[in-house]
């Protein structure tokens, strides 16, 4: 059956990047008869400028539809005096609460061939796979009560409430497990079950889930020592699990590791696997318009839509493996670039993926 992939491009590098991924996927379409059908619909300052609202009625309808979405990013200095209300990261937000997106994935990968570009050292990182799965509509973010009340000697106090309920938890454990079981079969639940009891319900949620993934190998973490495992010896992790505030900052340190944002996709999904791709990256409005940004954080997101999404695992590793060619091929974007290597623009970085798709 035919499935509904809507694109929504966004603003600065978005429509430059989405463009390049956009182009993959239509080769892989052709190629591999996948069955999809592609549209397209405005968000973020885009959709302000056309309509006056961030997240139009038109595209969160299509969004509701598709089986999956591509985002490139939102936002930029043209639109960030407007009222909060309105702002380009209300469409976003608006799409995530909307649709349920509570599942994110975050991979950070290093290709050995960009081992360079790490602040870490090469052999610490090089051929670094990690997958974080962070929790992403609950947890003390969206915990009630919150807010800043004054106390009965006038002094002022902050407060937020770090809650987690058994489905919520079980819902997330359940994207964890599942992922590990594509991948290389390990879990670690990151906590801080020592001090908060939220995290002993979540540590104990995850060990009754281990029993139904007898073939994925479940430890757990307090959350400052995962931490500094993280830059310590970041391959010893497969899958990452860990809830909404943890998982925000875990999964930026795990990033930088890989060096270049420009390299990096991800995924929010819902609880039937629906999900929305994007870039770990915004709209670089610094570069946007020069064609130098890097396509391929949301090329690989198109891999992962397949992955995850589409159930379709090969053409995700055809991706994967075309973009590890044209790096082996030394092309690069000035991101990633070092010297003696192939300085390329952001359309000669999608024809190199789409050449090498024809060469794997
Ligand atoms: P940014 O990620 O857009 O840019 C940070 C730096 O990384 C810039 O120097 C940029 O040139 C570079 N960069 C980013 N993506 C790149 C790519 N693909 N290739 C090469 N270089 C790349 O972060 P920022 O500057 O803090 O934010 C810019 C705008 O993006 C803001 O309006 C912000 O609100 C928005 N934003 C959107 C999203 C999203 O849509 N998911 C996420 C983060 C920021």
């Known amino acids: 059956m035919s499935k509904n992939i809507l694109m929504l491009p966004g603003d600065g ?13 239509e080769k892989l379409n052709k190629d591999l008869s996948l069955d ?45 005096k407007i009222d909060m209300a309105i702002r380009p990261e209300k469409g976003l937000l608006g799409l995530r609460s909307e649709m349920q997106l ?21 052999e610490v990182v090089s051929g670094l796979d990690i997958l974080i799965v962070r929790e992403l509509t609950g947890g003390i973010y969206f915990g009630k009560p919150r807010g800043i009340r004054v106390l009965e000697n006038g002094e002022r106090e902050g407060y937020n409430t770090y809650v987690y309920n058994e489905t919520e938890i079980r819902r997330i454990g359940k994207v964890a497990f599942e992922a590990a079981q594509k991948r290389g079969k390990k879990l670690c639940s990151v906590d801080k079950a020592n001090v908060l009891e939220v995290t002993v319900l979540w540590r104990e949620i ?44 875990l999964s930026d340190a795990a990033a930088m590791l890989t060096g270049s944002i ?30 130098v940004a890097n396509p391929l954080a949301t090329i690989l997101s198109v891999a992962m839509m397949l992955r995850y999404s ?34 390329v623009g952001t359309v000669e970085m999608g024809d190199a993926v789409i050449k090498a798709l024809d060469n794997i």
């Not at 400052?224 to 899958?239: C, I, S």
């Open 206 to 249: 995850m060990d009754d889930m281990a029993k139904d993934y007898p073939d994925v190998e479940l430890s757990h973490m307090y959350v400052d020592n995962a931490a500094m495992q993280l830059v310590r010896a970041p391959k010893q992790f497969d899958v990452i699990v860990t809830g909404n505030m943890f998982g925000d900052i």
């Open 36 to 80: 999809l059908t592609l549209s397209s619909a405005l968000v973020g300052g885009a959709a302000i400028d056309a309509t006056g609202v961030p997240l139009p009625d038109v595209t969160l309808a299509a969004a509701k539809k598709a089986d999956a979405i591509l985002l490139g990013a939102v936002g930029g200095p043209k639109w960030d």
């Open 13 to 25: 590098i978005g429509p430059e990047i989405v463009t390049q991924a956009q182009r993959v996927l």
């Open 262 to 291: 420009g390299m990096l996709p991800s995924a929010s999904l819902d609880i039937n696997g629906k999900g929305m791709y994007e870039p770990c990256h915004g709209s670089a409005p610094d570069i946007a318009g020069k064609g």
């Open 310 to 343: 589409l159930e379709k695992p090969e053409a995700a590793d055809r991706i994967e493996k075309a973009v590890s060619l044209v790096l082996d091929q030394g092309f690069r974007t000035p991101d990633i670039y070092s010297d003696g290597l192939n300085k």
């Open 102 to 122: 509570f599942g994110n994935l975050r991979p950070a990968i290093l290709y050995p061939q960009l081992a360079s570009a790490s602040t870490l050292k090469p």
